[in-house]
């Protein structure tokens, strides 16, 4: 059987799983009305600061009182500040399903020596939150962006809970529907489903994540960049545009551009619906291909953004040299940019379908998976 390249190509070969994809037409010109070379203290600074807050907010559909944070050092930033500033008040538990979720695992019972109840699902599951005692603090990621895996609902999160619920949400932000009334902290990057750029974090706290900080002072050193409270109140101006320290102004025009693109596109729901829309390609094509499979295990949880594959092929010798060699072919013929695996998540491919990808893109790229694969196939015999 001769193994020939599909004629048509995806437009757009960006298929990474942050920084992700740009909106659609995004061009440099988009970003002529940052106020570089101001301070962010001034008045034209606060003001997109604090645009960029409240379109946050309208898109999101956070609650009015809910506070929404621009903080440093991206996601890892804005969920650190919450661990550090918020746990050792009562029991924790520490849901992990993969590198990430991990990652908040070891800070919090490594260094911060907390004695958490760790609960883990392998690469591909998620823990059941039925089995989850929320009276305690819990951490968990919403959407597991190297195994592709995602919380289904907050339907398991009891209203009345008596811990507070820390969610890791920055690769679901934009794209999932998420359960503000179940959520007391959640973080995100802008670098993710709205293409935005790195550096920079969300914060967002409920009204009993605030009276926590306002009531429990943790018993560790806390530096100037994680501080949210002053004299034992929170800090009100880093959730008006006061940041803690200095922003990228490019940084905050990019993301008040790619969010007055989703209003374009019908908001919250126009961008849930696109990321929906491009998941299902890959998911069909899983279906229609027997070597290949999604490595979520239920459908219920399979995430829509970073849609993770494994291979499934009696013929590949070595999973995880086969699964370089397929991404790199792909990155090779310029039609799918890094889509290899995450480096600690299981040999496979991942591909962002995120709600700044276009589904014709998606689409396009499935006949060069098939045709990558038998391409590697064959050069392995
Ligand atoms: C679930 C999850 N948490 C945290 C991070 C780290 O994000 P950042 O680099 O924006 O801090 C990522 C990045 O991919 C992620 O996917």
Request: charge should be negative; charged fraction near 25%; aromatic fraction near 8%.
């Amino acid at each position: 059987m001769t193994n020939t390249a599909p004629a048509n190509r995806p437009a757009n070969a960006r298929f990474s799983s942050g920084p992700c994809a740009k909106i659609p037409g995004f061009s440099l010109d988009m970003l002529s009305d940052a106020p570089l070379g101001r301070s962010h203290r001034a008045a034209i600074g606060k003001n997109k600061l604090k645009e960029a807050i409240d379109l946050t907010r309208e898109i999101l559909g956070v609650p009015a009182d809910y506070r929404i944070g621009i903080v440093p050092a991206s996601d890892t930033g804005a969920v650190e500040m919450a661990l550090w500033s918020l746990l050792g008040a009562r029991k924790v538990t520490m849901c992990a399903w993969e590198s990430f979720g991990s990652g908040w695992v070891t800070d919090v019972v490594k260094q911060l020596k907390l004695d958490a109840e760790v609960k883990e699902a392998g690469y591909g599951d998620i823990v059941d939150f039925a089995t989850v005692d929320f009276n305690t603090d819990v951490v968990f990621t919403w959407n597991g962006t190297t195994s592709g895996v995602r919380v289904p609902s907050g339907d398991k999160i009891p209203a009345d809970r008596e811990g507070l619920t820390i969610c890791d949400a920055t690769s679901a932000a934009f794209a999932m529907d998420l359960p503000w009334d179940k959520l007391d902290v959640t973080t995100f990057s802008w670098q993710k489903v709205l293409g935005g750029e790195g550096g920079h974090g969300v914060l967002i706290l409920s009204p009993r994540a605030v009276e926590r900080l306002e009531s429990y002072t943790p018993a560790w050193p806390l530096p100037k960049i994680f501080r949210l409270t002053s004299k034992g109140k929170l800090i009100e101006g880093i959730f008006v545009g006061e940041t803690i320290n200095t922003p990228s102004m490019l940084c905050v025009e990019d993301y008040l551009v790619a969010m007055k693109w989703a209003k374009t596109i019908g908001g919250l729901k126009g961008l849930v619906d696109r990321a929906a829309a491009n998941a299902k390609v890959v998911w069909d094509f899983c279906d229609a291909n027997p070597w290949i499979a999604n490595l979520a295990n239920d459908p219920a949880t399979a995430s829509t953004t970073s849609v993770c594959l494994k291979f499934n092929d009696a013929r590949i010798k070595d999973g995880a040299a086969f699964a370089k060699a397929v991404a790199k072919r792909l990155e090779k013929e310029g039609v799918a940019l890094d889509i290899g695996a995450y480096r600690d998540a299981p040999a496979g491919l991942r591909i962002w379908c995120g709600s700044t990808i276009e589904k014709a893109d998606v689409e396009a790229l499935m006949p060069w998976l098939a045709y990558a694969f038998e391409a590697e196939i064959a050069a392995q015999a």
